[in-house]
């Protein structure tokens, strides 16, 4: 027996990008939507879904606005304890804070402790897919997916390679490394709403033959994502070119052992050469944006505009916890704010969609999640536009939904998630 529910509000989809023509045409208003069996059948007027649906459950959200759940891109779960850690660029941070912390997960209940907590609070801000990096332990990746499939999640996550450059202790092999991932890669990916990435660090912490046994085991499951940095500081570029000197450039010391693609992830990507932004563009590879993280450890301000006017595939991310939130609405608001540095006043429906149908496109899945359209899978979120004060009395005067909802953007928090279903089920609120 099918179970259907139907979802009143002002539910916000969107019909194409609004990197392309008018942004504030890129999306449409509905009164509701209806569910069945976890997706999404339509949107639509609420008297016409009633009529269709008469048996459905109905749920009134008032004036609250619902939409896809939001896709964060880029993430380390395992730095959840020691997010928001004083005073480090990115080479010192990792060795003052991120790897001892990532010692810990060898200890499977801590990993399962952690795990569950990363997925309550971003559940709680209204993130219901994530594409994380795990340790170099086999148990970080079993904690991260068992968490998220006792709570309905479609997640992505992989095993953290690195071989070099890093503590002892959180040092593989690039036996190992192939190994390790090649099972959990082969027991995780595509069950339930799961899927295993791939997961390089970065260039500096594998050697070129773990690289490219990183490179071969994608070759063999070339459905899977891979995800690693790329170009986030230019001390971190100084140091690949000393590392490869043979290569053209950073994307190169990827690019060599098979490690560039359609499905990659590359996190940062804030310096890149000529060639390199070339190379990731004919491939259709993915950047992924990490604004509050690139201004709190730093590392310099992505250009949108050009990435956009090149044609990139781009997403966003929370990078936590080299990120100073777990909140996608905290990290619309940065990368607004790093849009304006950079001479480009990023629309409310842009970063919206970046948040959301952008990011499921950059990690291959905007076939479904990410929007609200026929068939999609319904993770979905209620956002109140009154959360705060601040927040009610600016939106009370807005004359469009893109003014209504951009003071939440800027200034909204865990507060502004009413309600969040994963899979169609009530996840919270």
Same mark, same amino acid.
């Given at each position: ?11 916000? /989809?969107?019909? $194409? ?10 999306? =449409? ?9 976890? =997706? ?41 304890? @020691? ?116 997961? #390089? ?13 990183? %490179? ?5 499951? *070339? ?21 490869? *000197? ?30 390199? =932004? ?5 491939? %259709? ?5 990490? #604004? ?9 301000? +992505?250009? @949108?505009?050009?990435? !956009? ?12 916890? /080299? ?34 149908? $952008?990011?499921?496109?950059? @990690?291959?899945?905007?076939? !479904? ?36 909802? +951009? ?23």
């Amino acid at each position: 027996m099918s179970s259907e529910t139907i979802l009143k509000g002002r539910v916000l /989809g969107f019909t $194409g990008s609004p990197f392309e023509g008018d942004p504030a045409d890129a999306a =449409r208003l509905d009164e509701a939507v209806l569910i069945r069996d976890g =997706r999404i059948v339509r949107a639509g007027g609420a008297a016409d879904l009633r009529a269709a649906a008469p048996d459905a459950t109905v749920e009134d959200l008032g004036e609250a606005v619902i939409t896809a759940g939001f896709v964060d891109a880029h993430a380390h779960y395992p730095q959840t304890a @020691m997010i928001a850690s004083w005073g480090k660029r990115l080479i010192d941070w990792l060795n003052a804070y991120t790897f001892p912390e990532e010692m810990r997960f060898a200890d499977p209940a801590y990993a399962s402790e952690i795990a569950g907590r990363y997925l309550d609070l971003t559940l709680s801000n209204g993130t219901t897919t994530v594409a994380s990096y795990c340790t170099i332990h086999p148990e970080s990746v079993e904690a991260f997916f068992s968490a998220a499939q006792s709570r309905g999640l479609r997640a992505a996550a992989g095993k953290t390679c690195m071989n070099r450059n890093a503590p002892e202790a959180l040092c593989d092999t690039t036996q190992s490394a192939y190994d390790d991932s090649k099972a959990l890669l082969e027991k995780w990916h595509g069950t339930d709403r799961l899927s295993y990435i791939v997961t #390089p660090r970065f260039s500096p912490t594998s050697t070129p033959d773990q690289l490219s046994a990183m %490179g071969a085991l994608w070759a063999e499951h *070339p459905d899977c994502l891979m995800q690693t940095h790329l170009s986030e500081q230019p001390d971190e570029v100084d140091w690949v070119k000393s590392l490869f *000197p043979e290569a053209r450039d950073y994307l190169d010391t990827y690019e060599a052992h098979g490690l560039l693609g359609a499905r990659g992830l590359y996190g940062h990507a804030i310096y890149l050469e000529p060639r390199e =932004r070339d190379r990731l563009r004919e491939v %259709g590879a993915a950047l992924i944006h990490c #604004p509050t993280s690139n201004t709190f450890i730093g590392s310099g301000l +992505f250009n @949108m505009a050009l990435a !956009k006017a090149e044609g990139h595939r781009v997403g966003l991310a929370t990078d936590t916890g /080299g990120g100073s939130s777990f909140s996608m609405l905290r990290t619309m608001a940065a990368a607004y704010e790093i849009g304006q540095l950079t001479g480009t006043a990023l629309h409310p429906a842009q970063l919206y969609w970046l948040a959301t149908a $952008g990011s499921a496109g950059a @990690m291959h899945m905007d076939d !479904k999640i990410g929007n609200i359209a026929p068939g999609m899978e319904a993770d979905l979120i209620a956002l109140d536009l009154a959360s705060t004060p601040a927040i009610a009395q600016r939106a009370a005067s807005a004359e469009d939904i893109w003014e209504a909802l +951009f003071p939440t953007i800027m200034m909204g928090d865990d507060r502004a998630i009413k309600a969040v279903w994963t899979g169609g089920r009530r996840a919270l609120g």
